[in-house]
């Protein structure tokens, strides 16, 4: 009987210098054929007006920029993982709740789960923003902006 290699197959990457135009192909094939949708899910989405604008800081501003860039051109675990690490930050650093002593916490840093957003809201956060319909903070289930957070 013969011996079965179980090694794995060597594995090697090497860097390449990509063809002049391979952004411009790569772009025009993602977004050509769906000018239409593109269209409609930037009619959809919302923008955050900040005043004075220069007092939101820059890691806020461009998580919510990317996140919206990314929900137009259709790239949803992005804009997931972008929006909720948005609300993640205004949880830690917004003045009405970064040194709350009731806000469940991770090494110093408040976690984005029902409890804590329930928290937040009692503190004039408008996280009702995040709720679906028929949902609410007081469930043990974590809501789905949540829960989408979790699974990827």
């Not at 002593?101 to 009702?128: C, E, I």
């Not at 469930?139 to 990827?152: C, E, L, Q, Y």
Request: proline letters at 4%; one cysteine or more; charged letters at 25%.
């Amino acid at each position: 009987m013969a011996a079965v290699d179980n090694s794995s197959p060597e594995i090697r990457a090497r860097l390449m210098e990509p063809k002049e135009t391979a952004g411009e192909t790569w772009w025009g094939h993602l977004l050509g054929s769906k000018a239409a949708e593109i269209n409609k899910r930037f009619s959809q989405a919302q923008m955050l007006y900040w005043s004075p604008s220069t007092k939101m800081p820059l890691d806020l501003f461009s998580y919510v920029r990317e996140a919206s860039l990314c929900f137009t051109i259709a790239r949803y675990l992005a804009c997931l993982v972008l929006s909720s690490s948005a609300v993640e930050l205004v949880l830690n650093r917004d003045t009405r709740t970064k040194d709350l002593g009731d806000l469940r916490r991770v090494a110093g840093w408040a976690t984005l789960n029902n409890q804590n957003l329930d928290t937040a809201l009692r503190h004039g956060l408008p996280v009702n923003s995040l709720l679906s319909a028929g949902e609410s903070l007081k469930d043990t289930t974590p809501i789905a902006f949540v829960n989408r957070r979790r699974k990827h």
